[in-house]
């Protein structure tokens, strides 16, 4: 089955503490995209990635970092995270030329 | 730059209305359209969407939108209201094929009243 996977899908931890939200898809898609979704903004875009070693900031990139070392994974990393990074992330991929982006299921992550 | 507008965050309908959700657009050049819906507890999930050729796209669903360049909407409708349609709605803008980003609007969440 096609699908974004992302793990873990709920996460609570405390300020400064390092972690790292995993997506991975099946699809053989070259770009892939990291979201976060808070109430009555909808979804803004952290960092993308048009292909292995190449990333590139989205709108919200600040206290979040990425890295492609392989196509099908796209992991966001939060080296220091703080209260205001509680949210709810989502993983996107689509073809290279082709605008439908297919979504993982989400992962909810509370900073204390 | 793009940018969407989605009138209307919470929108509620009795089971068998009419839904319509509305979106309005803004880009400096022709978009490319699209409808999402979350589920709760759930990731997006495209319901349709319009590139080129027919303004009147039909999606899954019993979902249809319709282009209107003159009006910059793209509005969402579906005849009947079903329960199982109760969801957030997002639309969302792009400029071109291939292009980074999507422009989401900040949703419709969607009540179905039995």
């Known amino acids: 089955e096609a699908q974004v996977t992302q793990n873990p899908r709920y996460l609570i931890t405390v300020t400064g503490k390092k972690l790292t939200v995993t997506c991975s898809q099946n699809?053989?898609?070259?770009?892939m995209s990291w979201y976060r979704q808070d109430p009555g903004l909808g979804l803004r875009q952290i960092y993308y990635s048009m292909n292995v070693e190449v990333t590139d900031k989205g709108d919200v990139p600040e206290g979040y970092k990425v890295s492609r070392k392989e196509k099908r994974n796209f992991p966001l990393i939060l080296e220091s995270p703080s209260p205001n990074q509680t949210s709810l992330y989502f993983c996107?991929?689509?073809?290279?030329?082709?605008?439908?982006?297919?979504f993982g299921p989400g992962t909810r992550l509370t900073v204390l | 730059a793009q940018s969407v507008t989605q009138l209307g965050s919470h929108v509620s309908v009795s089971e068998g209305a009419l839904v319509l959700l509305r979106c309005n657009y803004s880009?400096?050049?022709?978009?490319?359209l699209f409808w999402y819906v979350q589920y709760p507890n759930q990731g997006l999930q495209l319901l349709l969407k319009y590139t080129t050729g027919a303004t009147l796209v039909k999606g899954i669903n019993g979902f249809e939108a319709e282009f209107k360049k003159s009006e910059t909407s793209f509005h969402l409708t579906k005849p009947s209201a079903h329960m199982s349609d109760a969801a957030e709605y997002f639309c969302?803008?792009?400029?071109?094929?291939?292009?980074?980003?999507?422009?989401f609007g900040t949703g419709t969440r969607l009540t179905v009243i039995p």
């Open positions: 699809m053989n898609h070259e770009y």
């Open positions: 880009s400096s050049v022709p978009p490319y």
């Open positions: 969302a803008v792009s400029d071109q094929a291939g292009a980074n980003n999507l422009f």
């Open positions: 996107a991929s689509r073809a290279a030329s082709r605008n439908e982006q297919f």
